[in-house]
């Protein structure tokens, strides 16, 4: 019903940046939450950050001051810059969604992309 892609990851070096974008699709009546989360080996998958559909973000401590999300509500788009990135920062990174779609509009969804790979060299 709903579609989240992910693109923007790659390799770089510590110090670098990336900008990772996610594009929701689908049966779409609104979307309230978007996020990032990612998970590097042998972890559990953590928050990096979220934002509401309002503008109200929260970010994970780890990345602070360093990342910045953002969102276009009208392209149901939600892009994450990361900055000043370190090696543990390498892991793969999903992006999440909390949808309200026009089949079940009452009802909140959780979606989440494929995922896209984030290796920062040290």
């Known amino acids: 019903q709903v579609q989240l892609v992910e693109s923007g990851g790659g390799l770089v070096r510590a110090g670098g940046s990336l900008r990772l974008s996610c594009a929701a699709s689908?049966?779409?009546?609104?979307?309230?939450?978007m996020g990032w989360y990612r998970q590097a080996p042998a972890k559990q998958r953590e928050l990096v950050a979220t934002?509401?559909?309002?503008?109200?973000?929260n970010y994970a401590d780890a990345v602070k001051g360093r990342f910045t999300i953002s969102r276009d509500n009208a392209k149901n788009t939600v892009y994450v810059q990361m900055n000043s990135l370190t090696p543990e920062d390498t892991a793969v990174y999903y992006c999440?969604?909390?949808?309200?779609?026009?089949?079940?509009?009452?009802?909140?969804?959780?979606?989440w992309g494929q995922g896209t790979q984030v290796t920062v060299s040290s």
């Open positions: 934002i509401a559909s309002g503008g109200n973000t």
């Open positions: 999440n969604a909390l949808v309200q779609t026009t089949v079940r509009p009452l009802y909140e969804g959780t979606y």
């Open positions: 689908g049966s779409i009546f609104r979307i309230n939450v």
